[in-house]
């Protein structure tokens, strides 16, 4: 009939689509760790630094190790509840709230979905806080070299708190933003060009004889540093690190990419492993490196922190490496927990893909 549309609908073999129907997933434990380590690599690693200061050499190294050895216990214990109940031919968790309502029941679910969502919202003010950091760090850099590091130059986070929130209502009107594959790509290659502009500016204050003094210990107790405020540092650089090494709200999201032999679980394990050690070799050097160059004084972040006025150009390219991770950050988690995984077209999880 004239004016009417015909849908078609393409039909799939059975060695085109998984156990589920979907079309086959074809990642494997190399594209996996590259996940792994591109959602671990954030901001914070800048503020490592930091939490060695405030620790000290041993407790900061030791702390750091034994975070990470957590991580990988607790997120292969993950990796196992991805199917359900068994891991290994069980029904399929897209999600980690289908995960925790499968397992642990309806109630958990409730509790766990109050914490998820909590945790969301600290993760995009945090966003928006940083973001507002590095833009008025961006500004203060371009008054420093105008008018000599002694200028008077402070300036609002205001206007620039507003005008990220703008942004992101605004990148939140395109359809399905977080299938992106771009996004993802941009996103790890801003995380890492910071990382390494922080730690290469680091090395050469190292290198060139300007490092400050350190300590085993960390910051000592005195006349400008009380016991409670020692306490509540070191519980602060204790949150850091713990907050660097998360990723667990999109463990399901990296599986779900996973071809299903060998068994996701398996796979996803070795990534795992493989990635967060990748993760702390980059975070111990960082750190490390931050705090051999300023001390008992790292700033807090040490690209926004004024560690560095010079060389000019590339302390503000890192502050807008961050900046762009950033933005990028606040929509795929966002969108990802807030609007859900789009599974319905077959293709898993498209924010990996």
């Known amino acids: 009939m004239e004016g009417e549309k015909v849908v078609t609908m393409k039909q799939y073999s059975n060695e085109e689509v998984d156990d589920d129907g979907r079309i086959k997933r074809t990642g494997n434990v190399l594209t996996a760790t590259t996940h792994v380590i591109t959602v671990v690599v954030g901001a914070g690693v800048l503020a490592l ?39 290994v031919n069980g029904k399929r968790n897209y999600t980690y709230m289908q995960a925790v309502h499968a397992y642990l029941g309806g109630k958990m679910y409730l509790l766990c979905g109050f914490i998820q969502y909590g945790k969301l919202a600290g993760l995009t003010v945090g966003y928006t806080i940083t973001s507002s950091i590095s833009m008025v760090a961006i500004k203060k850099l371009i008054c420093f070299h105008k008018n000599g590091h002694g200028a008077y130059c402070k300036f609002s986070n205001n206007p620039y708190i507003i005008g990220f929130g703008i942004v992101q209502i605004l990148l939140s009107q395109i359809p ?40 085993w210990f960390g910051v000592k107790v005195g006349s400008e540093l009380s016991r409670e405020d020692k306490v509540w540092k070191i519980l602060t650089a204790l949150g850091n690190i713990a907050l660097a090494c998360t990723y667990s709200t999109v ?4 599986m779900d ?13 070795k990534a795992n492993v493989i990635g967060i050690i990748t993760m702390t070799v980059l975070f111990l050097s960082c750190a490390s490196l931050g705090y051999a160059a300023f001390g008992d004084h790292t700033p807090g972040n040490i690209l926004t922190g004024f560690g560095f006025y010079e060389p000019f150009w590339l302390v503000a390219l890192g ?35």
């Not at 399905?176 to 502009?197: C, D, E, Q, R, W």
């Not at 996973?258 to 796979?267: F, I, R, W």
């Not at 933005?327 to 498209?350: K, T």
């Open 49 to 87: 630094a930091w939490a060695i200061a405030q620790l000290g050499w041993i407790a900061g190294i030791a702390v750091m190790i034994m975070f990470s050895s957590i991580s990988i216990y607790t997120y292969n214990l993950i990796a196992d509840c991805y199917r359900y109940p068994d891991p």
């Open 319 to 353: 502050n807008v490496c961050i900046i762009i991770h950033m933005v990028g950050a606040f929509q795929v988690n966002l969108e990802d927990n807030i609007c859900g995984n789009d599974h319905s077209n077959g293709h898993g999880n498209a924010i990996f893909q």
């Open 251 to 254: 463990v399901y999201d990296i």
């Open 176 to 215: 399905n933003f977080h299938k992106l594959t771009l996004l993802s790509t941009v996103a790890a290659i801003t995380s890492f060009g910071y990382a390494f502009i922080g730690s290469g500016l680091s090395l050469a204050v190292v290198i060139s004889g300007n490092g400050e003094p350190t300590s």
């Open 257 to 269: 990419t996973l071809k299903s032999y060998p068994s996701e679980s398996k796979q996803m394990k």
